[in-house]
């Protein structure tokens, strides 16, 4: 068996998996809550840890660079495959995260 580009499942087309999953498939919780899940801690923490991701715009450069690089990792893998929609759910995750620690943040400053 060939293994490269041509022989991965990848899916370039933005949304498709996602609303295949929506209607016909009982795998939406783990697939989208896991993905959400999984870079939503970065987008908390990792203005904590590196004050220079405390703009929203470069929380979202650093977990599309890092959540792509986790999908074209995965081409080279076999049995794993690709998916546009990880990138875009696994970026809005770490957005939430930023989004809820921006809000603990306006809570402090509001408290004291």
């Known amino acids: 068996m060939a293994y490269g580009w041509r022989s991965r499942n ?4 933005g949304f498709k998996s996602l609303s295949d ?13 896991g993905n959400l899940a999984l870079l939503l801690p970065l987008g908390l923490l990792g203005p904590i ?5 405390d ?6 450069l650093l977990e599309l660079a890092y959540s792509a690089t986790i ?9 794993r495959s690709a998916d546009i929609d990880d990138v875009i ?5 770490a957005l939430l995260g930023y989004a809820a620690l921006r809000a603990v943040r306006r809570a402090q400053g509001a408290r004291g």
């Open 55 to 60: 703009r929203w715009w470069r929380v979202l």
């Open 10 to 13: 990848c899916s370039r087309v």
């Open 21 to 33: 999953e929506l209607f016909y498939s009982r795998i939406i919780h783990r697939n989208l809550l």
């Open 71 to 79: 999908e074209l990792i995965q081409l080279a893998v076999p049995d």
């Open 89 to 93: 759910v696994n970026v809005t995750g």
């Open 49 to 53: 840890a590196l004050p220079a991701l």
